[in-house]
């Protein structure tokens, strides 16, 4: 199995803005404010997280065939919102 990249290049579609980040193994970013125009990007349709819509490289879970976060069997949409603690 190729060793799992955890560093994506994430593109914003509305600005062009890129940010490199690194990520999480564990969980899926749904929400990523753009560090350019502050537009706050979420997954397309179809996708878990913002990784695997915007990013360089699909998000661990998937680079690892797990299909991402997104439980077997539903719609494909993913959870509502993460629950995030600032
Ligand atoms: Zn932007």
Known sequence: MPPTILESTMWCPIC???DVLQMPTDACVFFHPCAGCQTLLRPKAGDCCVFCSYGSVRCPPV???AGC???AGTDGRPPAV???RN
């Open 63 to 65: 680079q690892q065939g």
């Open 69 to 71: 976060c997104v439980p």
């Open 16 to 18: 062009r803005h890129h």
């Open 82 to 84: 993460a629950p995030s």
